[in-house]
């Protein structure tokens, strides 16, 4: 599963990875993208782990891509934005970071605290990168239409769809909300379009906003919101376990960051882990939620799968 990190500049993306990873955040002002493997947390697992003491312990991951903060105060920024865009079409999900924090030594982005704005800001800049490509494939897949190839009747199929993806697009609804079949969104899916993908936000707040809920259902309607102080969660990442777990209760905090952001990447994907033991390794195996045993057995191994009979599960809470 891969993720890209993205927001406005100044969001605090870098010191959420930090607190999410517990590495070294990447220096402020980088234009590179940066990239940690962050373990999901499963208790299952580790109780697995004491209770066969195998060779290896693999749990799932969640490969987090930093990506440099975008800004569309200017065409240059702007220009920035689309080449960054076009190196990420591939991620699985996005994670937009918006600022709800005030910190006199840290600017603001367009002087203001307002991550609602901030949210609309960088949903309608995914939007018009998304049109620029429909637009594009149109214009290519109209010549080719009157063309007598092989591909003619594809390519009539495909413009068809592309301009119902136009019209959506122009009335600010994303790809995704489109998409109805398996078979468009095979069409559709080699282009990349970054409204396509899965979202999730992240609400970087203030020492202060901790207990304060701040709504973004308005700008977010559906999606996963995860509020979190990032310079919080740094300083607790970098404590040891016991410390840690002090200054968490007396913080009234529940569980780390990493936990929330990780349970919250894989409901968005409709995600979940089957364990696996034994005396080599214990293993946790991200699917989606409604794989049947036999794709299940496929992820394993290829040859798992063709020579497929039965499974044989036990549910945790069992054991």
């Avoid at 493997?37 to 987090?64: A, F, H, M, S």
């Avoid at 991550?115 to 960088?122: H, I, N, R």
């Avoid at 404590?239 to 009234?252: H, Q, V």
Wanted: glycine share 6%; hydrophobic share 40%; proline share 6%.
């Amino acid at each position: 599963m891969k993720v890209a990190l993205i927001g406005l500049p100044q969001s605090g993306k870098s010191t959420i990875l930090s607190a999410i990873s517990g590495k070294a955040p990447a220096m402020m002002g980088s234009t590179e993208i940066h990239e940690q493997i962050v373990p999901v947390p499963d208790e299952r697992l580790d109780w697995l782990n004491n209770l066969y003491q195998p060779n290896k312990l693999v749990p799932g991951t969640v490969d987090c891509l930093d990506l440099p903060g975008v800004s569309f105060a200017d065409e240059h920024g702007r220009a920035a934005a689309r080449k960054l865009f076009g190196n990420i079409r591939t991620v699985d999900m996005f994670v937009l970071v918006v600022r709800a924090f005030a910190n006199d030594s840290v600017p603001a982005y367009r002087e203001r605290i307002d991550p609602a704005k901030d949210l609309e800001e960088l949903r309608t800049e995914f939007l018009l990168a998304d049109l620029e490509l429909v637009t594009t494939r149109i214009e290519r897949l109209e010549k080719q239409v009157n063309k007598p190839t092989k591909t003619q009747a594809q390519d009539k199929a495909e413009l068809e769809l592309q301009l119902k993806l136009q019209k959506a697009l122009e009335s600010e609804q994303p790809v995704r909300s489109v998409i109805q079949s398996d078979h468009e969104l095979e069409i559709i899916k080699p282009l990349g379009f970054l409204t396509l993908r899965p979202m999730m936000v992240v609400v970087n707040v203030g020492e202060d906003q901790i207990d304060k809920p701040i709504d973004l259902s308005r700008v977010a309607p559906g999606v996963e919101i995860v509020q979190l102080c990032a310079k919080i969660e740094s300083e607790l990442a970098s404590l040891d376990p016991e410390s840690r777990k002090e200054f968490m209760a007396d913080l009234g905090l529940k569980e780390p960051a990493s936990i929330k952001f990780v349970q919250s990447c894989y409901k968005t994907l409709g995600l979940i882990s089957f364990l696996t033991v034994g005396k080599d390794e214990v293993r946790a195996w991200p699917i989606t939620a409604g794989t049947t045993a036999l794709d299940a057995a496929g992820k394993i191994h290829s040859d798992i799968k063709r020579g497929f009979i039965r499974a044989e599960t036990m549910a945790y809470n069992d054991l």
